[in-house]
Each structure stands twice: as structure tokens, then as C-alpha cells.
């Protein structure tokens, strides 16, 4: 089964990008985390498909996480979504330069946050492996 | 006398004369006898004394009555007032002894008048250059700033009294030093400076560098070198230093101090908005799920939240844009004040009217320069006051009313609420500042001190005025703006 790890220390936001990813395909499992702190094993792990991470989190952030990832060549190729909750002009350019696959700022509204899980059906598990 | 010799005499520039020991001319060259203005042939076997005028003859006669054989020459200075200006000779006497005996003397003038007038003129010009020179010293000295005037070899020729107190130096040991003597290494970018400036022939302006004199600390000093016209001596360069070591570490503080703020604006951004989205989304999902179950009656709530969380996002994204941007590169709008009350009158509406109050608002076209929601938040925190702290015994009434000039828009609201104790009035504006304890009526002490900030940022000023009446008239002056063109 196709799985998508999510790093955000918001539970609302988790759960929202849970539900606006399964609106559009349902059978997508979900390994979830507060904190990068252990982000190598759980990929490892879990092998997700795609990784969205949020920037700002306490003590680690987003960025030191994708850092980690692109450093280990077991991860690195992973694909990572990198997400904010604010728009920060400078947060875009970061995410980039570091190796993102695309900066989304988290949606204001249930109907942006549905529109953006298509987008990232669309674009990372429109199909099956 | 031979009368070649005769010949040279007479036609010498110098007055020569010879005298009997009693002073009778025997003898005057031309020069002599236009001297004292008369024929030579009258003037030889004429006394000395008839030629001088009467106030000189006691100095003139007296000088040759003073030679002796064992001091036979002497030397005066005669000056004599004449039609075009005075003239002056130098004389040179001479008492001829023969065998103990004074038998003549010889009077030798010349017209020093020339030498005198342009010794008198030096003398003048020397003293004039010395005042100029004590007075460029007080002025260079009085310049805060550090001069220095150099050479082409980094020789140090002038300095003020500034640069020399820069270097804990009396003036005088600076100068005619080099600056490697003074400035060690820093010595050689200045002298590298220097020397693009006589390459170049143009001023260098504004460079900043560190300066580490010898004692001291190291600072920061911003020059300008310019370079002087080759003299004699050589090319010369002014260096006029100012030392902005304070404005340097004021600027980093500056910055660190904005870096602190920028980052507590982007925390308190993020912190605001999550909680803002979570509301505002689930609201919406709630509307979502209950689909064609939601209750009669509940829609408007659902509206109003969603109402709520769009004009709090709003704000956030204002005052973030406040926050990061100095006043004055904050971009401001026309705003049309008027359309802006009646939306803040609208949004208040449900309050007045459960207080049963009224509101008048003006009604010619008012545009000024603004953020559309941040003068909104003045309005609605201005009007909200005025419901909030009303009169027990009457209903509010709430007067805007606006007038003009050629700069301001100055907009008074007026209430006929508690008031405010005069004892109190500028308290207001402070951060958790209140006019007076409002028993049971809630108040965070943030509002009108907001307000205050956001007409600040916007060049106005917010005061409260003191009334005759009962109730409150808070003033807000702020820029006008031009009517915008229709369409």
C-alpha cells in the first residue's frame, strides 16, 4: 500500500492533509510524526512514496529535516513536499535551494486544502507502484 | 676731486652730502639738492639747520653732534612729509677726524621710502597670514570631525584638533609623523587610498573602514579624501574622517533589534494564524457535513464566523506588514473614509442597536492615506469604545463629524458616554493603559494604544479633547489624499 509520511506538529493540520488526500484516493496509508527527531528510520521503515513536512515545528525544523534526508543516500531520493503556515518570501527560495520538490503554504480554507491533496494526487500518487 | 669722480657723485641716486664741523654745506650732489628742494649752488655754504624743518632739527643736528672720533658713523631714519606722501631716507653720517680735529662730516641718504612701505606691508601681510592662521587652526579645531593633511608619502602635515584627540596626541606630535607610525597596519590601505586619489585626481567619498588608533579602541571612521593641486612641494591629499563607531554599533544593534522583531513578527503571525485556519476550516467542515441537516437559522452564524476569520486574517497580514516595515516604507492607499465608517457602522450595528444607541456619520467624500484595515480597526476600536463605556442613564448617540485644511482630514467622534477624568487622558493611550477601573466592563488596554500606533504609522495624530459636555471626543487627524478619478 501507497504511504505518505507526514511531519507536522499540528494534529489538525495531519489530520486535514490526511483528509484531503484520501478525498481523492482512499486506499493511501499514513505514517505520521510530531518531530523530525527519528525521520531517517521512519523512512526506512514505513518507505513512504512522498514526505511533507512542515517547516516551522519546535526544536527541529522543516528544513534540518530535509537536510537530514537529502544527506542519507537511503533517503535521499525521497520526494518531499515542504509546507508552511505562513507565507514567508524567503521560505520558497530555502525550500529550493535545499532540494524540495515543491513549497505549499497550508490552505486558509477547507475548499483550498481539498483543491491542494488533488494537487498532490495529480502530481506524486496519481498511480499505483 | 677728480672730475670723473665728480661726475659719478652727481649722478649717484644717493643723497650725498659734506659739511663743515659747523655744519654748512660744502658740498651736495643733484640727488641732495632736489632733496632740499633747492639750487646745489645755493644750497652749498647754507647751514644744515635752515634745510631741516624746525621739529627735526634737534634729532638731525643732534645725531651729528653726537659722533666722536671713537664713534665717528651713525645711521638715522628721516622722514619727510611731501605733497604725494612722505618719504623716507636712511642716512648714513660720518665725522672726518684729522689728527684729532673734526674737520668735516659726510651725510650719505638713501630714499628707503619703497623698502619701508613694503617692509610695512610684509610686516601687515605677516601678521594678517598669522590672524588667518590662528583662526583656520580654531576653525579646523572646532570641526568634530578628523582632518588630516597629508603628502604623497603618507606623511602626515596638518592635522586638527579632533584627529590628534583621536589619538590621545598633542597636536604638534602628530604632525610630521607618518601614518604607518601612527596607524600600523591600517596604514597601508589608507596610503593605498591615497594614492588611487592622486592617480585618479578624484575625490574618494564615504569610504568606511576600521580605525584602530594606537591606544584605544578600534572603531569605524567614514572618510572623504580629496585630493589638492600639485604645489611646490608636491601633491597633497585632504583626508576629512568622521568617526561613526556609535553609529556603527547603534546599527548593528538597529539590526539585530529588527532581526528580533521580524522573527517575533513571523512567530506571532504563524501562532495567530493556525489557530485562525482551524477555526475557519472547521467551521467550514461542520457546514460541509451537515450538508441539508443544518438548522434553520444557523447559516448566518456560519457566515459570520467565516466573516470573522477572514477580517482577523486581514488584520494579521496588516499588522505583520506594519510590523516589518518602517513608516516610512509603508505603502499607503487612497482610502474612501466615509464608505470606510459606514462599513465600520455596519459591522457595529448589532451592538449600537442593543445598547439603543444611534450613530451619524458624515456624509461629504472624505479620502485620506491609509491601510484600509488598520484605519478600520481605529474606527471600529473608537466606536466600540464608545457602546462599550456608555452612560447608564442615556442612550448612546455617537457623532463623527470631519473638516479639513490643506494637509488633514481631521475627524472627531464624539460620544455622550462616562467620559473620562481629565486626570487620566494621556493614560489612555498607554499599552494596558485605562481611563478608570470600569467595574464588570471588559477591557484588554490594548485598544486605544493601538490605535495611537496606527495613526502614528500613518503621520497623523489621535488625541482626546477636552469637551464642555458629558461624553468623550476623541480627534484623529491623518493625511489627505486625493479624490481618486472616477473610473
Known amino acids: 500500500m501507497d504511504k505518505v509520511l507526514i511531519v507536522d506538529d499540528s494534529e489538525f493540520d495531519r489530520k486535514m492533509i490526511k483528509k484531503a488526500i484520501t478525498s481523492k484516493r482512499s486506499d493511501i496509508a499514513f505514517a505520521e510524526l510530531q518531530t523530525g527527531q527519528s525521520v531517517s528510520d521512519i523512512i526506512l521503515q514505513e518507505e513512504p512514496r512522498l514526505a511533507i ?71 506524486y500518487l496519481c498511480c499505483s507502484i | ?29 643733484r640727488a641732495a639738492a632736489n632733496f ?43 622722514e619727510v612729509r611731501r605733497e604725494n606722501g612722505s618719504i623716507v631716507i636712511l642716512w648714513t653720517n660720518i665725522a672726518i677726524y684729522d689728527s684729532g680735529e673734526l674737520v668735516a662730516y659726510q651725510s650719505v641718504g638713501r630714499d628707503i621710502t619703497l623698502q619701508n612701505r613694503m617692509r610695512r606691508q610684509l610686516k601687515t601681510r605677516t601678521q594678517d597670514l598669522h590672524n588667518v592662521q590662528v583662526e583656520l587652526r580654531a576653525v579646523l579645531d572646532a570641526v568634530p570631525a578628523l582632518i588630516y593633511y597629508k603628502d604623497d608619502k603618507n606623511n602626515i602635515l596638518r592635522v586638527n584638533k579632533a584627529a590628534a584627540d583621536s589619538l590621545n596626541m598633542p597636536v604638534e606630535d602628530v604632525e610630521g609623523r607618518n601614518t604607518a ?35 584605544g579602541e578600534q572603531g569605524w571612521i567614514q572618510t572623504d579624501k580629496i585630493p589638492i593641486a600639485d604645489g611646490p612641494d608636491g601633491p597633497r591629499i585632504l583626508a576629512v574622517a568622521t568617526d561613526i563607531t556609535e553609529f556603527k554599533e547603534q546599527e548593528a544593534l538597529l539590526k539585530s533589534i529588527n532581526k528580533n522583531l521580524d522573527d517575533f513578527a513571523s512567530l506571532t503571525s504563524h501562532d495567530l494564524q493556525a489557530p485562525l485556519r482551524k477555526i475557519g476550516i472547521s467551521a467550514e467542515l461542520m457546514q460541509m457535513e451537515l450538508a441539508e441537516n443544518l438548522p434553520d437559522g444557523a447559516q448566518p452564524y456560519f457566515d459570520d464566523i467565516a466573516k470573522g476569520v477572514e477580517r482577523m486574517r486581514t488584520l494579521i497580514k496588516s499588522f505583520l506588514k506594519f510590523m516589518r516595515a518602517s513608516p516610512a516604507g509603508v505603502e499607503l492607499e487612497t482610502i474612501d473614509l466615509t464608505a470606510l465608517l459606514e462599513r465600520v457602522a455596519d459591522d457595529e450595528s448589532e451592538f449600537l442597536e442593543d445598547a439603543g444607541g444611534t450613530i451619524h456619520l458624515p456624509d461629504t467624500p472624505i479620502f485620506v492615506r491609509g491601510d484600509d484595515a488598520l484605519l478600520g480597526q481605529v474606527f471600529a476600536n473608537l466606536i466600540g469604545n464608545a457602546i462599550k463605556y456608555r452612560h447608564a442613564d442615556r ?12 494637509q488633514f482630514w481631521v475627524v472627531d467622534v464624539d460620544d455622550n458616554g462616562q467620559g473620562i477624568d481629565p486626570n487620566f487622558s494621556q493614560d489612555v493611550f498607554d499599552l494596558f493603559g485605562r481611563a478608570k477601573p470600569h467595574t464588570g466592563i471588559e477591557g484588554s488596554g490594548v485598544g486605544l494604544a493601538l490605535c495611537r500606533r496606527i495613526v502614528t504609522l500613518h503621520g497623523g495624530s489621535i488625541d482626546l479633547i477636552p469637551t464642555e459636555g ?4 476623541f480627534r484623529v487627524k491623518l493625511y489627505r489624499a486625493r479624490r481618486p478619478a472616477d473610473g
Open chain 1, 53 to 123: 513536512l512542515d517547516i516551522r515545528m519546535p526544536g527541529m525544523d522543516g528544513f534540518q529535516v530535509l537536510d537530514m534526508i537529502r544527506a542519507d543516500p537511503k533517503t535521499a531520493g525521497l520526494p518531499v513536499l515542504m509546507i508552511s503556515g505562513s507565507e514567508q518570501p524567503e521560505d520558497r527560495a530555502i525550500s529550493t535551494a535545499k532540494g524540495a520538490d515543491g513549497y505549499y503554504v497550508k490552505p486558509p480554507s477547507a475548499a483550498a486544502y481539498f483543491n491542494l491533496g488533488r494537487e498532490i494526487y495529480e502530481q
Open chain 2, 1 to 29: 676731486m677728480p672730475e670723473i669722480y665728480k661726475t659719478i657723485l652727481d649722478t649717484h641716486p644717493d643723497l650725498i652730502c659734506r659739511f663743515d664741523p659747523d655744519k654748512t654745506f660744502v658740498f651736495a650732489n
Open chain 2, 36 to 78: 632740499f628742494r633747492t639750487e646745489r649752488e645755493i644750497l652749498i655754504g647754507s647751514s644744515l639747520s635752515e634745510r631741516v624743518p624746525p621739529e627735526q632739527q634737534a634729532d638731525v643736528i643732534g645725531r651729528l653732534d653726537r659722533l666722536n672720533e671713537d664713534v665717528p658713523t651713525g645711521t638715522s631714519i628721516q
Open chain 2, 181 to 215: 607610525e601612527l596607524f600600523g597596519d591600517a596604514a597601508e590601505a589608507y596610503y593605498q587610498d591615497d594614492l588611487e586619489v592622486f592617480r585618479s585626481g578624484k575625490p574618494l567619498r564615504g569610504r568606511i573602514e576600521p580605525y584602530t588608533p594606537q591606544e
Open chain 2, 395 to 406: 442612550p448612546v448617540r455617537i457623532d463623527i463629524t470631519a473638516g479639513s485644511d490643506n
Open chain 2, 470 to 473: 458629558a461624553g468623550s471626543r
